[in-house]
């Protein structure tokens, strides 16, 4: 069982930028594909991002690609989303995960576990 751990969260201005981290300990995190998913107030919660276990292959929500990156570093056991150009509908609680099932390109939150307490994003216009 992999346990995670999000932090970096904050409050910027539109158009700022954040960077995430998602630590993991217990059970091999380089064995997973790794996500990114937020609950922005009043919706469900939505994928964001995710990268397999070598990083090779990344996948974005079309809201946020060309602003977003994920990326890892498994010798650190750990996750990170670097958020640019930041919007005010970024606004929500950012959630890291593991990929328990599914292909490795899903963006399903039920193929996902081990979930983090999340970190809260507030972008102010």
């Known amino acids: 069982q992999v346990q995670l751990a999000e932090s970096g969260g904050g409050l910027v201005q539109a158009g700022g930028s954040l960077r995430l981290s998602c630590a993991a300990s217990?059970?091999?995190?380089?064995?997973?594909?790794m996500g990114w998913f937020r609950q922005c107030p009043g919706k469900e919660r939505e994928f964001v991002a995710s990268?397999?276990?070598?990083?090779?292959?990344?996948y974005y929500a079309d809201s946020v690609r060309g602003r977003f990156t994920i990326s890892r570093d498994n010798a650190e056991n750990t996750g990170y989303l670097q958020m640019n150009s930041l919007k005010p509908e970024d606004t929500g609680v950012y959630y890291c995960a593991v990929r328990t099932r599914g292909i490795r390109s899903t963006t399903s939150e039920s193929d996902f576990g081990s979930w983090g307490q999340g970190t809260q994003v507030t972008v102010s216009s």
């Open positions: 217990g059970r091999t995190f380089s064995s997973y594909t």
């Open positions: 990268v397999t276990w070598n990083g090779y292959s990344t």
